[in-house]
Nanobody, 126 residues
Framework: QVHLVVSGGALVQAGDSLTLSCIGS?????????MGWFRQTPAKEREFVAA??????YYADSVKGRFTISGDSVKSKLRLQMNSLKPEDTAVYYC????????????????????WGQGTQVTVSS
């Protein structure tokens, strides 16, 4: 079974930076055609944050210009660099991976992803 190991969550102050990491094990990461990040709070449904699909990068409007998604050359490790953090970024962040998408916009939907990490708490104080 594929296991995604997530790390990097922390308590930070508004304006700080933080980097999240996601590493896949139990399967060759090169078979992951896409990896991405979602986040969830008690008040909201799980929402898309960013995705790396083949050579394309996608971002939610709420994080565009502040967050950067990246991976190594064989997709063995996924990272999310978060800059200029805001209190509204506070959430549990989840790493996701999948091998196949049915459509070009499927990365936006949590139900399109096959594998999930355990989640890591990011708390941004004002």
């Amino acid at each position: 079974q594929v296991h995604l190991v997530v790390s990097g969550g922390a308590l930070v102050q508004a304006g700080d930076s933080l980097t999240l990491s996601c590493i896949g094990s139990g399967r060759t990461s090169a078979t992951y055609y896409a990896m991405g990040w979602f986040r969830q709070t008690p008040a909201k449904e799980r929402e898309f944050v960013a995705a790396l699909n083949w050579n394309d990068r996608y971002y939610a409007d709420s994080v565009k210009g502040r967050f950067t998604i990246s991976g190594d050359s064989v997709k063995s490790k996924l990272r999310l660099q978060m800059n200029s953090l805001k209190p509204e970024d506070t959430a549990v962040y989840y790493c996701a991976a999948t091998s196949l998408f049915s459509g070009s916009d499927d990365y936006l939907r949590a139900t399109s992803w096959s594998y999930w990490g355990q989640g890591t708490q990011v708390t941004v104080s004002s």
